[in-house]
């Protein structure tokens, strides 16, 4: 540039060398001054166009890194037809994987995948294009293609965050906690300021019973991403199983500030509710999540249960119903049904819903206490006191269970298979 300042190639490779150091601004800057030049070749202005995708992609301007995109595509199209140089088809591979980036960074997975398989078929060899479809692949829910992408993208480049990082959180989604701890350690070694791998390592260590480091994680998370409704909620369910009441519903109320229909967020803050004896708040939150489209056996348990706190038997009886017909392992879900229906006059299906409940779990008080008092109706008082006594020596405080049962709910989209099994038994 010394010999000449107007030189589009040098100023573009400044360019690349400046986005490469973090200088952004120069970056920006001097590709916008080789893009200028009217004796930039095509082949330079695609390149000076990647890097200024690449600079917008980083500043979170997805819409200006999408047109520079198609810009370093269009160009490269025109020239198809001349032949490509090598240098030019892995140009317009790079292209493609970065139009890729940023249609996933805009909600189109699928048109990320297509972009990024394009981009490979002209040259395999750039990380993020595989990382990038693996993303896409596991909000699509391909989970098998998308590991397989993630860590094809770790063969070609170890030190690709974005590729640990998702492949941690997929490991999280097929409910493989040490290796989606194990891969988000990575990720956050090579770049710490991944709020995703934070939220996942959460995710892993709160699904472990590591309560004080899962809300330790989830803080890092929201110290680089305070909009993340996840974070909020993964540490309110954090907060709700360590008993800090209080923080668990401020948490889950921060969550639905930003996102109103996360599941979890519902769920926990629910909880929460329902542990502070705010049974309309707790009712008002379960309402709404059933009415996001969640059928979710524990979550129509507890609000059975708080049908039932309220007096609201004949709702309750419905509640667990329906949760007992999705799934039938819990003992509290029969426990409060026969509890209920004991309480409406119905001793011989209070009787049966007792025997339910304690075939599941032999040591339920309240289960025990109903059928107790569901056998005195019946005339068996020997059977009753017998049954109170057990009841009695279970849980002499209150009869029922020092705690109400919930816990926190981690996933919006899912319960994972050993998440409710916790749940059905605290």
């Known amino acids: 540039l010394r010999c000449d300042p107007n030189c589009a190639l040098a100023q573009c490779t400044l360019g690349d060398a400046q986005l490469r150091r973090g200088n952004l601004g120069a970056a920006i ?16 202005a695609a390149s000076a ?63 990320a995948v297509d972009d990024c398989s394009t981009s490979m078929s002209h040259d395999p060899r750039w990380p993020f294009a595989w990382s990038t479809r693996g993303s896409a692949r596991c909000r699509l829910g391909e989970l098998d293609g998308a590991l397989e992408d993630c860590s094809h993208a770790i063969e070609l480049d170890p030190g690709c965050a974005a590729a640990w990082s998702c492949r941690g959180c997929i490991q999280l989604k097929r409910c493989n906690l040490a290796e989606a ?62 008993g800090d009441l209080c923080g668990a519903v401020a948490d889950c109320s921060e969550a639905l500030s930003c996102c109103p229909g996360l599941f979890a967020a519902r769920y926990n803050r629910a909880a929460a509710r329902y542990e502070q ?110 049954d109170c006594k057990e009841a009695v020596r279970l849980d002499g405080l209150s009869v029922e269970a020092h705690r109400s049962g919930w816990t926190h709910a981690t996933q919006k989209q899912q319960q994972r298979p050993q998440q409710r099994q916790h749940q059905q038994q605290p």
């Not at 472990?208 to 540490?235: V, Y």
């Not at 008002?284 to 129509?300: M, Q, R």
């Open 29 to 44: 800057l001097e590709c916008s001054r080789a893009l200028a030049q009217l004796g930039c070749g095509k082949t330079i």
């Open 49 to 111: 166009s990647c890097v200024l995708a690449k600079s917008a992609l980083r500043l979170d301007h997805v819409d200006d890194a999408l047109s520079r995109c198609n810009d370093a595509v269009g160009t490269l199209d025109d020239v198809r037809t001349e032949g490509w140089s090598p240098l030019q088809q892995a140009e317009y591979a790079l292209a493609l994987a970065l139009r890729g980036q940023s249609r996933l960074a805009l909600g189109d997975a699928a048109a």
């Open 181 to 242: 701890a194990a891969d988000s350690e990575a990720a956050l070694s090579i770049d710490p300021g991944i709020a995703a791998s934070w939220l996942t390592l959460a995710a892993a260590k709160l699904d472990t019973g590591d309560l004080e480091g899962a809300s330790q994680d989830c803080t890092m998370a929201l110290a680089f991403d305070g909009d993340s409704a996840a974070a909020w909620a993964t540490r309110g369910g954090a907060r709700l199983d360590l």
């Open 277 to 386: 004896n705010y049974f309309d708040g707790a009712l008002t939150d379960c309402n709404e999540a059933v009415a996001l489209g969640y059928s979710d056996p524990a979550l129509l348990g507890y609000r059975g249960r708080v049908h039932f706190k309220l007096g609201q038997l004949d709702a309750a009886v419905v509640d667990c119903s329906q949760a007992l017909e999705l799934d039938a392992a819990s003992p509290e879900t029969w426990s409060i049904r026969g509890s209920a229906r004991l309480r409406l006059g119905d001793a011989e299906a209070a009787l049966a819903d007792c025997e339910q409940a304690l075939q599941r779990d032999a040591h339920c008080a309240l289960a025990m206490s109903t059928r107790g008092q569901a056998k005195s109706k019946q005339g068996d008082h020997k059977g009753a006191i017998a």
